[in-house]
């Protein structure tokens, strides 16, 4: 049994979707390989088949291992739901509220609970594959760390860097983390790899045999721009940051950037859809009122954000939609936003309050502390579908006499106005399945062409493990991760 740790100079660098490359390629190979990810930030989230949840890039990289996503793949998960504050979930569960104040103390007492989950998933497989969070250079959070090098310490896995040379400066990147870092962190790491390269790899021969003789660390690799990774769900926001060009020959589906937008990968099928054109409209910027369709995402603050929504006069476009006919379409925290109220008696999200929601559809929401996190699969709107509920609310009301789905088990979700324009239910991955993609594409006049989702995810995986094979050393990756080691203090 083995394990290997990737860690990156910085946020972003491709740290998620080179350990799921790195997952499919010894998957094709033949070994059993797990992965794992000590502490995550990030609201979107997968629910698991021990009932709990994980972040979302973790329920990708256990596709990649073909395997089913369990909640010790990710021990610890923050969900950020205000400037300073996080819902803390542990195995899967939500434990409470961390604020800024006490959020170093406490992340130091889950490291047992980590180490926990990463020997019962290390006794499963040949190699576990472990991802880093942020960088190891951000000395500042060193104490008490259990994301990077604090982990890599404590359970003896020897770390590769990450450098993206995308965004420039790799080289003081990586040579750097080895300056600022504590000489016993920086004996874990074995070697660098250079991610996200465009043109002649040839072209940085030089950069790449300096960093080696500045850093004393191994390369393992340069690997280049992969396209395939627009294909795969993404776990951070700051990816809608980099906007989009609209294509104006398309039906534009719109939905607005909130500040603790979740899961919103859920619209990432619609991008399989030649027809249609989805713009992620950020803050600042009017819903363009020549759209066909307006969806509400998922949100960790449903209530914080529905303020954020209606102070950037975002409620204005959506009713002008509305009276023009247009459809609209709530996912969860969207959903609950369409309705006449939303209730918070415990403070679940802030002080206990009560707002008025958008009145569009006629339901009432009351926030809990329960929360539910299951797989559901049934019929919407005609059509098949699968994906999972999570969400810390119940609504209720007239509208839901008009149930936008049925699940297999009778239950029924969401409501549909008596118009049909507007529609909301609490089922994430909603729109994975083509078929039903096509049935919420009708109601805009346009057709879908009913393409697999996770079938392109997966053939995606496959394309940059094949990449990776190419391009990054593995051989020598998996005899790292394999080899005996004397452990560092």
Known sequence: MGALMLQGTGSDVGKSVLVAGLCRALANRGYRVLPFKPQNMSNNAAVTIDGGEIGRAQALQAMACRVEAHSDMNPVLLKPQA??????IVHGRVRGTLGSQNFRAARGTLIEEVM????RLRAQCDIMLV????SPAEINLRAGDIANMGFARRADVPVILIGDIDRGGVIAAVVGTRTVIDPDDAAMIAGFIINKFRGDPALFEDGYRQIEALSGWRGYGVLPWLPETARLPSEDAVVLEKGRVRNSDRLLIACPILPRISNFDDLDPLKLEPCVELLMVPPGQPIPADAAMIVLPGSKATIADLAALRAEGWDIDLRSHHRRGGAILGLCGGYQMLGRTIADPDGLEGPPSSVEGLG???????LTPVKTLRPVGGMALGAHFSGYEMHMGESSGPGMARPFARFDDGQAD????????????????????GEMRAALLARIGAEG???DHGASID????????QMEEHLDIDAMVALATAKREKIA
């Not at 400037?83 to 803390?88: A, I, N, P």
């Not at 053939?459 to 094949?466: F, G, K």
Request: net charge negative.
């Open 414 to 433: 969401g409501a549909i106005d008596p118009t049909g324009q507007v529609m909301g239910s609490y089922v994430h991955g909603l729109l994975a399945a």
């Open 131 to 134: 991802e880093g969070a942020g």
């Open 459 to 466: 053939t995606a995986l496959d394309a940059i493990a094949a």
């Open 360 to 366: 569009l559809l006629d339901i009432d929401t009351r």
């Open 116 to 119: 926990a989950s990463y020997h």
């Open 83 to 88: 400037d300073r504050t996080s819902q803390l």
């Open 449 to 451: 062409n009913g393409a």
